[in-house]
């Protein structure tokens, strides 16, 4: 069985469900695997994702691994909303994906919305 760790001291991730915006919202949920599991954990991940496509108002998703040996996987994923998020993730058929994946495993999920900064980035 995996871990789960609060990203926000002040904003815990169930509490993030409460948002009601119609808006997309993006998840980067970072993961702490041992280096010798990594693999591993990226196959359960695949199949949670495959999984996940099937779920409505799942937009896009990328994986990211870490480099030189690292333990690091970061997950970036959109969402239509945060209403859509919640409805897949409480899915038994999720809960019961993510108990595959190595004990090793950490997550530390968190949801964002993209923001415009002016002369640098567009919303």
């Known amino acids: 069985m995996f871990t789960m760790q609060e990203m926000d001291e002040h904003v815990s991730h169930a509490d993030q469900f409460q948002d009601n915006s119609p808006e997309p919202v993006t998840l980067l949920n970072t993961f702490h695997v041992a280096p010798?599991?990594?693999?591993?954990?990226?196959?359960?991940?695949?199949?949670?994702?495959?999984?996940?496509?099937?779920?409505?108002?799942?937009?896009s998703t990328q994986v990211y691994r870490g480099i030189a040996g690292s333990g690091m996987v970061v997950i970036q994923a959109v969402w239509e909303s945060v209403a859509h998020y919640r409805a897949a993730v409480s899915n038994p058929a999720f809960q019961q994906r993510v108990a595959n994946y190595p004990s090793s495993t950490v997550a530390m999920p968190h949801l964002y919305r993209k923001v415009a900064v002016p002369n640098v980035c567009v919303a």
Do not use: H, K, L, S
């Open 36 to 59: 010798d599991q990594v693999d591993e954990f990226i196959v359960e991940w695949g199949n949670i994702v495959r999984e996940f496509r099937t779920q409505p108002g799942q937009i």
